[in-house]
């Protein structure tokens, strides 16, 4: 059961920024932090920000997130073809004392 | 190195039940609070379930009905998901994620590789 909202896909070419939105509530997005993970392939999902707009050791800066009230944003820059991949917004929410996720966004280069 | 080897999955028939293992290296597990995360074919991450480090505080996804329990054993360093009464849409690959939880927020900061679990008759 997926809360957060985001695009299905979006596509971009080599060097070009895209955005991916998740849109949830006051009781996930709107008071807690949010996280994204990217998922490769035949690979575990990762870490790649947390926070709203902190990077682990090891993401490049070309990736950063954001927040506006209820909604949130990851933004690629400087889009390259490994950047192909799944990618989840997450947050904690208050009313199911639970983690939510959102609906994935396909990337596509 | 932190790992994280999930273990246990397999095919069953609807109604049968199954006991996943996770086991963790490379850290202290006593630490941390851990997660089940599933992903069903062609569908996205779902969340369902938490333990707390001292696993005194267990949360579940409502969407499993009372049907799963999460447990762990610091001593043994492993977390565990016995599922009971298994749905045809309880296939899915299952991983172990661990939390952190700092100031700034709480997230899952390292994920196992997952076991299967297929359902059907």
């Known amino acids: 059961q997926s809360v957060l909202t985001q695009p299905p896909s979006v596509s971009g070419t080599p060097g070009q920024r895209v955005t991916i939105s998740c849109s949830g509530s006051?009781?996930?997005?709107?008071?807690?932090?949010v996280n994204w993970y990217q998922h490769l392939p035949g690979a575990a999902p990762t870490l790649l920000i947390y926070?709203?707009?902190q990077r682990p050791s090891g993401v490049p800066d070309r990736f950063s997130g954001s927040r506006s009230d209820t909604s949130a944003s990851l933004a690629i820059s400087g889009l390259q073809s490994e950047d192909e991949a799944d990618y989840y917004c997450?947050?904690?929410?208050?009313?199911?004392?639970?983690?939510?996720f959102g609906t994935g966004t396909k990337v596509s280069v | 190195e932190v790992r994280l080897v999930e273990s246990g999955g397999g095919s069953e028939q609807p109604g049968a039940s199954l006991r996943l293992s996770c086991e963790a290296s490379?850290?202290?597990?006593?630490?941390?609070?851990m997660n089940w995360v599933r992903q069903a074919p062609g569908k996205g991450l779902e969340w369902i379930s938490y333990?707390?480090?001292?696993?005194?505080?267990?949360y579940y996804a409502d969407s499993l009905q009372g049907r799963f329990t999460i447990s762990r054993d610091n001593a043994k360093n492993s977390v565990y998901l016995q599922m009971n009464r298994l749905r045809a849409e309880d296939t899915a690959v299952y991983h172990c994620?661990?939390?952190?939880?700092?100031?700034?927020?709480?997230?899952?900061?390292?994920w196992g590789q997952g076991t299967l679990v297929a359902v059907s008759s």
């Open positions: 994620v661990r939390e952190l939880l700092i100031p700034a927020g709480r997230f899952f900061d390292f």
């Open positions: 490379g850290f202290s597990l006593s630490s941390h609070s």
């Open positions: 333990i707390s480090a001292s696993g005194t505080t267990i």
């Open positions: 006051t009781s996930n997005v709107g008071t807690n932090t």
């Open positions: 926070a709203f707009n």
């Open positions: 997450a947050s904690w929410d208050n009313d199911l004392n639970g983690y939510v």
